[in-house]
């Protein structure tokens, strides 16, 4: 006669109670994007009761058009900035040999997350702002008087966005880049090819789905940008996460603070999807080629 | 443990009464044994803001209350008044505050949302010697508690001598660079209203304001959204002017020489000010009597004083005590300046122009 032993729970059951925790989360996530678009149909006042789509006729107002394509426009324009800077980087970092050194270059790209976004924001015043040390350095050497304006305007802003959003580029170009095999290199450097050549024929189109991710990461990141214009634009680049922010105060409609939140997930999201489209495919490609 | 040591409570209490008593030993009219006992032990939950205004309002309010009733003040101080706006509609029905100090614009948020009480002002005895105009406000559910009062700010290094109009502002070489409020500050559409006046024009007739202003647009340095940031730009020699901006953002430097911060309420055309309310929300956890009791000792005229001296906000009481060494600041207001001069803005006219007026400012001077 065998022994009773406790039933086992199913690999499915344990699956879900593995699963549990993070579902719960994503659905508070879920659930709060879902009142804010119930909220983005509803009226001022009666933004649970009211049913309208006014807030989102108003979005089609040339003012709010500006502010979405100046949003789009920086957030595109950071994200291929931060990229350029990031493929050296995250080259140096996938060909590193040093582990001490790898991890001192990673530390040194993650730094901007680990520091508040506001604490970031107040460092790039203290290098460009009228009394920085850049203003100071001209003074001091005689080639100015008054501080020359460097912030409070698009370039200000555009330098912040690509700053803070800068680890997210490298990361993935780096895991990328560290992917493609070195015999792949050799195999090109015994053909013929110089070190430029290799690296654009070989290494950055297989790195291509890397760089990819890390452009839509910059890009979604810095579309919701609000800290970065807010202290380095001086109100005078109204991103969309701005003007969302003035419908909440002092306006306080809240109706249509949620239709331009909803309207840039919307675009984000639209964006985010052709990009994965695009490296799905090349991705598959080459997968294919190995 | 030595004898010596302190534990952390004992170190709480020890801190509180000091704070209690240096508040009182500043304020001598306030006798610190408790003068009304029917509040000794009852508590009133406080909702106010976290800047300097939020501070005074303890140390001349709340801790002479206290010592003046034996009631005990429970503050929270939150950001600005749409945090506070957020706050009460997210309790709903269950306030959890039984009086709240906040902007004119946020009492007729909640007024119109429902959330609000509208006080009997037989309770507020002091109210008697408050001008009818700062009496209440968001239609009878706020009563008048300071004025926030907005100035031209100057540098005192290149404007040598303080400016008597707004026409300054335009004024080129007076005033190189210069800041604005943000649009979505009730300043800036003041400063709307006061361009289309210097143009002719004038609240109901606005476009004239807009051109004006926009004769500005190359000249300004930023829409100032952070006074700290202001100062600091005074301070380095980058702003020669700006406005409307009250004093009360920056009282420390405008005391610090090293700021060269100067502003003024002196202008031809007077100052413009928003009545800051108290507020008491339907469903209040505590006591009635003591809500009214601490709304009408806000309105005493030595505190109305006190708060004028220490934070530089217009005193609404008329009869609100200014020592004679405060008269002579240019940044303290006292009621005879505020009846001459002070303009109040209309808060239901403005709320049918605001959406409108903050797009067209916020076009304007984009960068």
């Known amino acids: 006669m065998r022994s009773s032993s406790p039933k086992r729970s199913s690999p499915t059951l344990r699956a879900w109670l593995f699963l549990t925790p993070s579902l719960l989360f994503l659905a508070v996530l879920i659930a709060a994007s879902l009142l804010v678009l119930r909220m983005s149909v509803g009226t001022k006042g009666a933004e649970w009761s009211g049913f309208s789509l006014a807030s989102y006729a108003q979005l089609l107002q040339p003012y709010y058009l500006k502010s979405l394509l100046l949003t789009l426009r920086l957030a595109l324009i950071s994200a291929l900035i931060a990229v350029l800077l990031a493929i050296p ?30 604490l970031q924001s107040y460092g790039w015043l203290v290098i460009l702002g009228p009394a920085g040390m850049l203003n100071q350095a001209l003074k001091g050497l005689g080639l100015i008087t008054r501080p020359v304006m460097m912030l409070y305007n698009e370039n200000g802003v555009l330098m912040g966005l690509v700053q803070t959003a800068f680890p997210l580029a490298v990361l993935p170009i780096a895991s990328a880049m560290r992917g493609v095999s070195r015999s792949y290199e050799e195999a090109a450097a015994t053909l013929g090819a110089s070190r430029f050549q290799v690296f654009r024929q070989v290494i950055l189109p297989m790195s291509l789905p890397g760089i990819v991710t890390g452009a839509t990461l910059v890009f979604a990141y810095n579309a919701s940008s609000f800290v970065v214009p807010l202290l380095l634009g001086g109100r005078r680049v109204p991103m969309l996460a701005v003007m969302v922010h003035d419908q909440i ?5 809240w109706p249509a603070a949620s239709a331009a939140g909803v309207v840039l997930i919307v675009t984000t999201l639209a964006i985010m999807t052709l990009s994965e489209l695009f490296t799905g495919r090349r991705r598959r490609r080459l997968e294919a080629s190995q | 443990m030595g004898q010596h040591d302190l534990n952390r409570r004992q170190f709480i209490k020890s801190v509180g009464v000091a704070s209690v008593a240096a508040a009182t030993m500043s304020m001598p009219f306030i006798r610190a044994n408790a003068s009304d006992t029917r509040f000794q032990g009852k508590t009133l939950r ?44 997210a309790g709903g029905d269950r306030a959890q505050y039984d009086v709240i100090t906040l902007a004119g614009v946020g009492a007729e948020g909640l007024a119109s949302a429902g959330l609000l009480e509208k006080p009997d002002l037989n309770r507020i005895p002091n109210i008697v010697d408050v001008p009818e105009k700062y009496r209440t406000g968001a239609n009878g559910h706020g009563i008048g508690y300071l004025l926030w009062c907005n100035s031209l700010v100057y540098s005192t290094r290149t404007v040598k001598e303080a400016p008597t109009s707004y026409a300054a502002l335009w004024d080129k070489d007076m005033a190189p660079n210069i800041f604005l409020p943000p649009p979505n500050w009730t300043e800036a559409m003041d400063l709307i209203i006061i361009a289309a006046k210097l143009a002719g024009g004038d609240e109901h007739n606005i476009e004239p304001g807009f051109k004006k202003l926009a004769e500005l647009k190359d000249r300004v340095v930023t829409l100032g959204e952070n006074p700290n940031q202001i100062a600091e730009l005074f301070r380095t020699g980058s702003l020669d002017m700006g406005g409307l901006y009250a004093p009360a953002f920056f009282p420390n430097q405008i005391r610090d020489p090293a700021y060269g911060l100067g502003a003024t309420f002196g202008m031809k055309e007077g100052f413009y000010t928003d009545l800051m309310q108290s507020v008491m929300p339907k469903h209040r956890p505590g006591d009635t009597d003591l809500a009214y009791a601490f709304i009408n000792h806000s309105l005493d005229p030595l505190v109305q004083g006190k708060m004028a001296e220490d934070i530089y906000n217009g005193p609404v009481n008329a009869k609100a005590i200014i020592s004679a060494e405060a008269r002579k600041s240019p940044y303290i207001l006292t009621p005879e300046q505020i009846a001459d001069k002070a303009i109040m803005h209309d808060n239901a006219f403005l709320a049918t122009v605001h959406e409108e007026w903050i797009r067209r400012y916020t076009e304007i001077f984009s960068s």
């Open chain 2, 46 to 89: 406080l909702l106010t803001w976290s800047d300097d205004t939020g501070l005074a309002a303890l140390r001349n309010i709340a801790a002479t209350f206290e010592a003046k009733t034996g009631a005990k003040v429970i503050a929270d101080r939150t950001g600005s008044t749409s945090e506070m706006v957020a706050k009460l509609k």
């Open chain 1, 249 to 253: 105060a002092p306006l306080m409609n």
């Open chain 1, 89 to 118: 980087v995250g080259y140096t970092m996938a060909r590193l040999q040093s582990p001490l050194l790898r991890r001192i270059f990673l530390a040194a790209v993650l730094l901007p997350l680990l520091v508040n976004l506001l």
